[in-house]
């Protein structure tokens, strides 16, 4: 009777498992309950079998045990054993992806694995995961095939010592981890090669010597490519490496070639016969102004353009652009200042129409910033066109362009020329190179032929003189004689700025400079001097 109601449980789980092969068969499973004569039959089959395992354990676990009859009566029957009822001599569960790994959940049918049971086959079922030790409690088999899966991690070597009668072994095709024990233990020498053949166990020597050649080929061929892309880095492109190994103030044709968009026309703000000007980006977002010499530079000239580079990246003034660095290679001679979201004084009068008050304050302005080099910079001469000096958003004039000079004695006077034609401009708002034959000299004679009985003709008309606006024009350009350097300049426009308009609290008188020549002011003065031809006090600059 209990035979009956066994067989008739393992037809039950049978058909479930042929079925469904779902988590819930191991749930249908633990609420089996044994039939009530199930631990006669077993005491019987102990008696007839002492060799069965359960009938060696401690104490037995009926519910465990029946469990594993019904599960073993099944697996016998997939592995396709000739008589089941007699004897269970294999596993075959190849080629069995699915219910595969469903047997090897159930540990307690390998708990109590059958000696009869001499072979294990669960090839081709894309295992995963460690090897499945559970396995190795059938210590009586004979064979083990595990190939074709995707097994990893360590395996267990010395887990294999009670498998005496083990002589055929396919660990081949999975993803151990290398060992050296199985190659240099007593292992490796009961199976052959072709047992671990791609296992990831042994250490395929041709594919090591692959690895070894390509590592001794690859490695040096990484570290010059290496060496090479981080040399080419440092030559062309050092805004790539930590801020603390960049050059501060040095710039490389391919930094400033990615900063302006490959110098395209969109950026390129400015252009005469030897400079042109972009504007441009660097790669930490700072928004720059580059000057590129195009005329081939010398060895000499590369020379002097960094000696000036170095003094004018020292200016520091609200009148005076900042200098941010250089470019000097062979074929590519650069400056690169900050960019000034503005426009020039030449376009600014020409659009906005100032009123003179403006005008005077812009003037004030410039003669700051020409103090401020005159007393710390002295050698450092500029261009004051009104196409060259910038302004600010807020209005503030900023001289952009600069230039060391060799004659520190005419210089001064140079200035004070390049002031005094600067002056003319803002207020006659001509453009003198554009406008009149002789250039310069002949804008200087045309103020003159004005002045003083027309001056009315000579003076822009968009700035809608007041009578005493008009009386201020005269004095900026005819000062009294005590008006002799830029310090006593600057005094001096700002006594007229002060006059009639709102009083601007700008402390910008700095000591007298030393007493100049007569000449300098008849220089400035322009209107009656002797000799206002432009050649005997125009420096040659290169802008």
Same mark, same amino acid.
């Given at each position: 009777?209990?035979?009956?109601?066994?067989?008739?449980?393992?037809?039950?789980?049978?058909?479930?498992?042929?079925t469904?092969?779902?988590?819930?068969?191991?749930?249908?499973?633990?609420?089996?309950?044994?039939?009530?004569?199930?631990?006669?039959?077993?005491?019987?089959?102990?008696?007839?079998?002492?060799?069965?395992?359960?009938?060696?354990?401690?104490?037995?676990?009926?519910?465990?045990?029946?469990?594993?009859?019904?599960?073993?009566?099944?697996?016998?029957n997939?592995?396709?054993?000739?008589?089941?009822?007699?004897?269970?001599?294999?596993?075959?569960?190849?080629?069995?992806?699915?219910?595969?790994p469903?047997?090897?959940?159930?540990?307690?049918?390998?708990?109590?694995?059958?000696?009869?049971?001499?072979s294990?086959?669960?090839?081709?079922?894309?295992?995963?995961?460690?090897?499945?030790?559970?396995?190795?409690?059938?210590?009586?088999?004979?064979?083990?095939?595990?190939?074709?899966n995707?097994?990893?991690?360590?395996f267990?070597?010395?887990?294999?010592?009670?498998?005496?009668?083990?002589?055929?072994?396919?660990?081949?095709?999975?993803?151990?981890?290398?060992?050296?024990?199985?190659?240099?233990?007593?292992?490796?020498? #009961?199976?052959?090669?072709?047992?671990?053949?791609?296992?990831? @166990?042994?250490?395929?020597? &041709? /594919?090591? %010597?692959? !690895? $070894? +050649?390509?590592?001794?080929?690859?490695?040096?061929?990484?570290?010059?490519?290496?060496?090479?892309?981080?040399?080419?880095?440092?030559?062309?492109?050092?805004?790539?490496?930590?801020?603390?190994?960049?050059?501060?103030?040095?710039?490389?044709?391919?930094?400033?070639?990615?900063?302006?968009?490959?110098?395209?026309?969109?950026?390129?703000?400015?252009?005469?016969?030897?400079?042109?000007?972009y504007?441009?980006?660097? #790669?930490?977002?700072?928004?720059?102004?580059?000057?590129?010499? @195009?005329?081939?530079?010398? &060895? /000499?000239n %590369?020379? !002097? $353009? +960094?000696?000036?580079?170095?003094?004018?990246?020292?200016?520091?003034?609200?009148?005076?652009?900042?200098?941010?660095?250089?470019?000097?290679?062979?074929?590519?001679?650069?400056?690169?200042?900050?960019?000034?979201?503005?426009?020039?004084?030449?376009?600014?009068?020409?659009?906005?129409?100032?009123?003179?008050?403006?005008?005077?304050?812009?003037?004030?302005?410039?003669?700051?910033?020409?103090?401020?080099?005159?007393? #710390?910079?002295?050698?450092?001469?500029?261009?004051?066109r009104?196409?060259?000096?910038?302004?600010?958003?807020?209005?503030?004039? $900023?001289?952009?362009?600069?230039k060391?000079?060799?004659?520190?004695i005419?210089?001064?006077?140079?200035?004070?020329?390049?002031?005094?034609?600067?002056?003319?401009?803002?207020?006659?708002?001509?453009?003198?190179?554009?406008?009149?034959?002789?250039?310069?000299?002949?804008?200087?004679?045309?103020?003159?032929?004005?002045?003083?009985?027309?001056?009315?003709?000579?003076?822009?008309?968009?700035?809608?003189?007041?009578?005493?606006?008009?009386?201020?024009?005269?004095?900026?350009?005819?000062?009294?004689?005590?008006?002799?350097?830029?310090?006593?300049?600057?005094s001096?426009?700002?006594?007229?700025?002060?006059?009639?308009l709102?009083?601007?609290?700008?402390?910008?008188?700095?000591?007298?400079?030393?007493?100049?020549?007569?000449?300098?002011?008849?220089?400035?003065?322009?209107?009656?001097?002797?000799?206002t031809?432009?050649?005997?006090?125009?420096p040659?600059?290169r802008?």
């Amino acid at each position: 009777m209990a035979s009956i109601s066994a067989n008739l449980f393992v037809v039950i789980v049978s058909t479930i498992l042929s079925t469904t092969l779902s988590a819930s068969v191991i749930e249908d499973l633990k609420n089996l309950i044994p039939p009530p004569d199930f631990n006669t039959t077993i005491m019987t089959n102990c008696l007839n079998n002492p060799t069965l395992r359960y009938c060696n354990s401690s104490p037995m676990d009926l519910h465990e045990i029946f469990k594993f009859t019904i599960v073993g009566s099944h697996l016998c029957n997939e592995s396709k054993n000739p008589n089941c009822v007699e004897s269970f001599p294999k596993i075959d569960l190849r080629n069995r992806p699915i219910i595969a790994p469903l047997y090897l959940s159930f540990s307690f049918f390998w708990k109590y694995c059958p000696l009869s049971v001499l072979s294990i086959d669960l090839s081709n079922n894309s295992l995963k995961g460690s090897f499945p030790t559970d396995l190795l409690q059938c210590t009586q088999i004979r064979a083990l095939d595990l190939s074709h899966n995707e097994l990893s991690g360590e395996f267990p070597i010395e887990s294999f010592s009670p498998l005496t009668n083990l002589t055929v072994l396919n660990l081949s095709y999975n993803h151990f981890l290398e060992s050296d024990q199985v190659s240099e233990t007593w292992f490796f020498k #009961r199976f052959t090669s072709t047992s671990f053949l791609h296992s990831g @166990l042994l250490l395929d020597h &041709k /594919e090591f %010597r692959v !690895k $070894l +050649v390509s590592l001794l080929v690859g490695f040096p061929i990484f570290v010059i490519l290496m060496v090479g892309c981080l040399g080419w880095i440092c030559l062309h492109r050092p805004d790539f490496l930590p801020r603390m190994l960049q050059s501060k103030h040095k710039f490389t044709p391919s930094m400033l070639k990615a900063a302006t968009n490959g110098f395209s026309k969109k950026n390129l703000v400015g252009k005469s016969e030897a400079v042109d000007i972009y504007r441009g980006t660097l #790669r930490d977002g700072t928004k720059v102004g580059v000057e590129i010499y @195009l005329d081939n530079i010398t &060895k /000499e000239n %590369r020379r !002097k $353009l +960094v000696q000036e580079c170095k003094v004018l990246v020292q200016l520091c003034h609200k009148n005076t652009v900042r200098v941010l660095g250089w470019c000097d290679k062979r074929r590519f001679g650069a400056i690169v200042t900050e960019w000034v979201e503005g426009q020039s004084v030449e376009a600014w009068l020409l659009g906005a129409n100032p009123p003179w008050k403006h005008r005077l304050r812009l003037m004030i302005g410039v003669v700051e910033g020409m103090c401020y080099l005159q007393e #710390r910079w002295p050698d450092v001469g500029y261009d004051l066109r009104t196409s060259s000096v910038l302004l600010s958003n807020n209005q503030e004039p $900023l001289i952009s362009r600069f230039k060391i000079e060799d004659d520190h004695i005419n210089n001064s006077t140079k200035k004070i020329y390049k002031l005094g034609v600067f002056l003319l401009e803002i207020i006659a708002n001509r453009r003198p190179h554009e406008e009149f034959e002789g250039g310069e000299a002949g804008f200087i004679e045309y103020v003159r032929m004005h002045y003083p009985a027309n001056l009315q003709k000579a003076i822009d008309e968009k700035m809608k003189l007041t009578e005493s606006g008009f009386e201020q024009v005269k004095q900026a350009l005819n000062p009294p004689n005590e008006a002799y350097g830029l310090g006593s300049i600057s005094s001096y426009f700002q006594r007229i700025h002060k006059k009639d308009l709102i009083i601007l609290e700008i402390s910008i008188l700095r000591k007298r400079e030393r007493i100049v020549s007569q000449d300098i002011q008849n220089t400035f003065r322009v209107i009656g001097a002797k000799n206002t031809s432009p050649n005997n006090f125009v420096p040659n600059i290169r802008f």
